[in-house]
Structures are given as C-alpha cells and as structure tokens.
C-alpha cells in the first residue's frame, strides 16, 4: 500500500500542474483583465476604481491623484480603452498586476509561489488570498458540514428501509418524494422559502441575512445556538433537497444489490434472522461504496459554496467570492482557489481508495496498475 500511496502522490504533481498550465493558457485569451478593469473604471464605466486602487495598498503613482494621469494625449496601446491615458501609468498598471513580466515567466513565478503556499494578496482588496479565504469559509462549512451530515444522518436509514421494503407502498410514494425533490432547482425552492416564511407575502419568521443576527456577541451561548441555526435554516432546507434525493437512492440501489447476492441466500438457509442477514453481512458491503464517498463529501464541505443559495440569503461565502474575483478578474483569488481546491480534490481522492482498503481488506490497490 505505500508504493501505491506514493505513485498517486506523484501523479498529483503532472496533474496539479496541467490544471494550472490550461487554467492560465485560458486567462491569457480573455477579454477584459485587471488592467482592462481600472481602465474601465476610470474612463467613466465605472465610479469606484480609485478606491479600489489607491485604498487597497496599491503604489500606484505613490499615492498622486489618479485624475492627473488622464491626459489629452492618444497613446497606441494594447488595452482597449485605453487612449487618452498617460503611458506611464499604463505601464504602473501592468507592474502592479505583474502584467510587465512575459506568460512564461509569470506562470513559472506563480508555481513556484503555489508550491511554498505563498497565494500572495488580492488585486482589489487590501486583504492577503489566504486572510480572505479564512474569512469566507464559516458560510461555506456551516452550509456544506451540516448538509453532509444532515443528508447522510437521513438517508442512509431511509434507503436501507426503502431497500427491504422494494415495491412496498412506503418505497413507492417516498421514491415519488424523493424523485420530485431532486427535480425542484435549490434555488427556485429558495426563492419559495423566502415568500412564505421570510417576509415575503405571508410568514416573517426567518432572517434573510447573515449567520448571526447583529446582537450575536451579547447573547449568552444556548442563545447563540439557536441564533445561528434560526438563520442556517432556510438556507439548509433549500441545499439538502438534491444531495438528500442523491444518496437515498444511492443506499438503496447499493443494498439491492447485495441484498440479491447469492451469499445472502445462504444466510437465510442457514437459519440467520433477516436483521442478522442485513446488519451482519449485506451492510458492509452495501456500504462500501457510502463509506468510501464519505470522506469526500465531509472533506469538500469545508470548501464548497453555493453561489445561487448565498446570494439569494445574503451569505458571503466562498461560492459569491469565486464568482466575483472571476468576473472582477481577481486572478490571485481564482488562481488560489482552483489550487486549493484541485490539491483537496486529489488528496481526498486518495483517501477514498484508502477508505476502501479498511471497510473491504479484499481489496488490493498494490496489483492494479494506477
């Protein structure tokens, strides 16, 4: 097991660095970069580009009136836009974003930041990659922990009942449940839970803001329990429909199976009860495949975020963050994202395999050629 340990950990290095090769092959040809962003802003497309540059610890043009570098001048440059400002700021511009530097050499300089977990600071905000990231993750693990363990904590019990009672009234009309749940998009079911119970046009019993209400820090602790989860509430409700139709029908189609399985035949016919049958040998198997996602699912809670459900509840979390810094162009933010990301994607990848090996020892990844 640690040949193939290693193997996979330095098939992650190809991997990680073909990612990040196409990602910024890709950012190269797009339109409209951080340069192209503050040239907007200050060509009157926009009104909040000098904050942005001069209040967010940039040295451009060491703190002079950004007003003076507009001059009456063309100049033939290659960002659109761009005629009638000074030269010379332009080209304060591209050193800011590192844009002075050739591709090459800004890709080589970018890996070899990536690989000592240097992610260095945000074009627009005066905030370091990393600090930001920090600052997003509790809307993100609120949502993504708890709708991990609420979806497995249900339906586990409910596809293992569905499965002994196949084509029983109970599957049929929870398997009609489950289906329409999937069907219905989180966010319009989102939509929906605000216009009945968050002011819309009936109930006004959730907040539609934030994790905590404004007077968190004053309430004593069972207080703030509850704040928190009266505010995680609708948001939880709109996210777990579609990961709870998932795995339902996941635990019960993989217990069918083994459930069908000739072994499970000769454990009747030695005398074995039905619950012996199921809990003591159709449930590690069936299960294999549950356990083997598990730590997947629970790993990638902490760092996923949904862009609909936060924007639609007012929650700043990580999915809202990765959409800006794309459409702001913040490069340093969606570069450090995708790394992280890709890096927690291939470990936790791996320890799936792992997971493997401890629920079924039969299972020898050394003898599979990776």
């Known amino acids: 097991m640690g040949a193939y340990i290693v193997r996979r950990l330095l098939l992650m290095i190809p991997t990680i660095f073909g990612i990040m090769a196409i990602s910024f092959a890709v950012i190269q040809f797009a339109p409209g970069g951080p340069v192209e962003q503050v040239i907007a802003q200050l060509t009157g497309q926009g009104g909040d580009a000098t904050d942005r540059i001069s209040g967010g610890g940039s040295d451009i043009g060491g703190g002079e009136d950004l007003s003076t570098s507009v001059e009456g001048g063309s100049v033939n440059s290659k960002y659109r836009g761009a005629q009638g400002l000074d030269p010379e700021f332009i080209a304060k511009l591209e050193k ?100 009945l119970f968050a002011g819309g046009s009936f109930f006004d019993l959730f907040p539609l803001r934030g994790l905590t209400s404004d007077n968190w820090a004053s309430l004593s602790w069972p207080a703030r329990i509850l704040d928190y989860f009266w505010h995680l509430a609708l948001p939880l409700t709109a996210l777990i429909l579609s990961a709870f139709a998932t795995s339902t029908l996941l635990t019960k189609n993989s217990f069918l199976d083994e459930i069908r399985k000739q072994y499970v035949v000769t454990a009747r016919a030695k005398g074995l009860n039905e619950r012996q049958v199921l809990y003591g040998h159709v449930f590690r198997n069936a299960m294999l495949i549950i356990i083997a996602g598990f730590p997947g699912a629970f790993i990638s809670s902490f760092f996923t975020g949904s862009l609909l459900i936060e924007t639609i509840f007012s929650l700043d979390g990580l999915g809202l963050l990765g959409f800006q810094s794309v459409i702001n162009r913040d490069y340093p933010v969606v570069f450090a994202t995708l790394y992280i990301f890709s890096l927690m994607g291939l470990l936790v990848g791996l320890l799936s395999d792992l997971m493997y090996t401890w629920v079924d020892p039969r299972i020898d990844f050394e003898r599979r050629d990776v």
Request: no cysteine; net charge negative; charged share 15%.
């Open 96 to 195: 800011q974003f590192g844009f002075d530097k050739p591709p090459l050499e800004r890709f080589g300089l970018m890996l070899w930041n990536y690989i000592r977990f240097d992610f260095g600071e945000s074009y627009f905000r005066d905030i370091s990659v990393i600090d930001l990231i920090v600052e997003k993750m509790p809307v993100s693990i609120s949502l993504g922990l708890w709708i991990t363990l609420i979806s497995y904590g249900i339906s586990i019990p409910l596809g293992i009942k569905k499965a002994v009672q196949d084509g029983s009234t109970f599957d049929v009309w929870t398997s009609g449940v489950v289906i329409v749940a999937y069907a219905i998009p989180g966010f319009l079911f989102a939509i929906m839970l605000i216009v």
